[in-house]
Nanobody, 126 residues
Framework: QVQLVESGGGLVPAGGSLRLSCLAS????????MGWFRQAPGKDRECVAA????????YYADSVKGRFTFSRDNAKNTVYLKMNRLKPEDTAVYYC???????????????????WGQGTQVTVSS
């Protein structure tokens, strides 16, 4: 059974930092594109960042460029999202997602991801 388990969320003041982790089990994701999405109350789920299998290609939403960094450790089957200079508008549930196909390109579209974690809450206080 494939599982993606996020951790690292919490409450942080504006300007602070958090690092989210997503540990995959049940299969290797070392050849697969991964994504981080977030969903705030009353809003659609949006792609925050995506990364290809090697980490050599990344995508960032305009709202997080320069503040968030997506990285991966394929040996640990884990991806990370380092979030700096957090803003109250970053408050959301953050989800990790993985694509099934090996060597698939990165994409910001949720429908193209096959595996999802249950999410971790990030709350940024003003």
């Amino acid at each position: 059974q494939v599982q993606l388990v996020e951790s690292g969320g919490g409450l942080v003041p504006a300007g602070g930092s958090l690092r989210l982790s997503c540990l995959a089990s049940g299969r290797t994701f070392s050849r697969n594109a991964m994504g981080w999405f977030r969903q705030a109350p009353g809003k659609d789920r949006e792609c925050v960042a995506a990364i290809n299998w090697s980490g050599g290609s990344t995508y960032y939403a305009d709202s997080v460029k320069g503040r968030f960094t997506f990285s991966r450790d394929n040996a640990k089957n884990t991806v990370y999202l380092k979030m700096n200079r957090l803003k109250p508008e970053d408050t959301a549930v953050y989800y990790c997602a993985g694509r099934r196909g090996d060597w698939a390109t990165i994409t910001p579209f949720a429908r193209e991801y096959d595996y999802w974690g249950q999410g971790t809450q990030v709350t940024v206080s003003s």
